[in-house]
Structure formats: C-alpha cells, structure tokens
T-cell receptor, first 114, second 116 residues
C-alpha cells in the first residue's frame, strides 16, 4: 500500500497519560497535515508541515499537543496529560508539491481516553 | 476564518435516482473545493474537486458545480447505487499564497443512503 499510513490504528489510554501517534505520508509529498475528527463531524485542522517546517497551528491545538516532522518525511503527534475530551479520530493527510491542495488521508488513529 | 455549511445532513434516495448535496462557504478567497467520501470506519477518500477558475467538473456519475458569486458549490451523483451509501464531506481552502497553506475547512457531512 503506497498511501498514507498511520500507527497505531487504535489507542486506549487513561486520563493523564501521554500518547504519541505516527504518520507516514505518501513518498515525496512535501506537505503534511493533521486533523481531528469527532463522531458525526467533519475533520478539523490541527497543524501543517511543509517539509520539516511547522508553518501553521490551529487555535484548537492546546499546549498539551505537539507535532514534529524532523526529516521532512514521517510526522509524530504527541498529546501530553490526555483528557477525556481528547477522544477522537486523529487523521493525517499529505499533499504533493505538484498538485497544491489535493490532500490524501490516512486511515486515522482512534484515541479513547478513559 | 472560513466557515463551510453543508446541507442536507441526511439524504435517502432509491437506487437509480440522483442525489444533490449543497455547500456554502464564507471566505471569498477560497479557491479550491474538494469532496470526500467516508465509509464507516474508513479514511476520507477524495472523489472529485474543483478549482475556482472552473464552473463545473464531471467524472462519470459524479459532478461538481461552483458558483463563486453566491459562494456555493454542489455535488451531483447520478444513477445512484447502494455502494454510494456513505458520509460525504465538502471542504474549502485557499491556495493563493498568503498564510493559509491549504488547510481544509470541512462541512458537517451528509449521510447518504441509497436503497436497493
């Protein structure tokens, strides 16, 4: 499968624990986005990388959230001191240099905070 | 910021009928409008998109129309089939430089059910 991949697919954690998700974009896609989707809603933008630079962060992204893309390839999203309100599907998408705007999504990581 | 409204929230049709989903957007700078199909438990899948220099785009049974003046765009599915049943999301973004970087603002989604 040469599409966007995410790991893990599911994560159950207790409130207060830290969690980290990984996204591997389509090869050579220089743009990478993180979104959060709650049940019955459309995805909401969290943050954006162009190569290794994090260029935009949503106001939704509290100080407990941090994202990195150290070598401009895979990205990680960490949530510290998880809260029950963090329970959601976390989606990653990538976009090629040659087709600005066209975003391809990964399967998502479903997080449940107990 | 951008706000995208999508209607209807649910749509039920008989197989073979047409389905139309409508979206409005607020930011006149938006110039890229994709539609995604999401089946239960699966990733959003891009099915068609349109850029603001085009008024209509068609791909087999799927078409999208854009009215920039009224700031609305629509998805049309003809000859619907049961496998078209899914949640459909419209989205809008800006790709004219600046600081928006192409982030997508999504509508609330439409649950389409096609009855055999």
């Amino acid at each position: 499968d040469t599409g966007v991949s995410q790991d893990p697919r599911h994560k159950i954690t207790k409130r207060g624990q830290n969690v980290t998700f990984r996204c591997d974009p389509i090869s050579e896609h220089n743009r990478l986005y993180w979104y959060r989707q709650t049940l019955g809603q459309g995805p909401e933008f969290l943050t954006y990388f162009q190569n290794e630079a994090q260029l935009e962060k949503s106001r939704l992204l509290s100080d407990r959230f941090s994202a990195e893309r150290p070598k401009g390839s895979f990205s990680t999203l960490e949530i510290q001191r998880t809260e029950q309100g963090d329970s959601a599907m976390y989606l990653c998408a990538s976009s090629p240099r040659t087709s600005v705007g066209t975003q391809y999504f990964g399967p998502g990581t479903r997080l449940l905070v107990l | 910021g951008e706000n995208v409204e999508q209607h209807p929230s649910t749509l039920s049709v008989q197989e073979g009928d047409s389905a139309v989903i409508k979206c409005t957007y607020s930011d006149s700078a938006s110039n890229y409008f994709p539609w995604y199909k999401q089946e239960l438990g699966k990733r959003p899948q891009l099915i068609i998109d349109i850029r603001s220099n085009v008024g209509e785009k068609k791909d087999q049974r799927i078409a999208v129309t854009l009215n920039k003046t009224a700031k609305h765009f629509s998805l049309h599915i003809t000859e619907t089939q049961p496998e078209d049943s899914a949640v459909y999301f419209c989205a809008a973004s800006v790709h004219a430089g600046g600081t928006s970087y192409g982030k997508l603002t999504f509508g609330q989604g439409t649950i389409l059910t096609v009855h055999p």
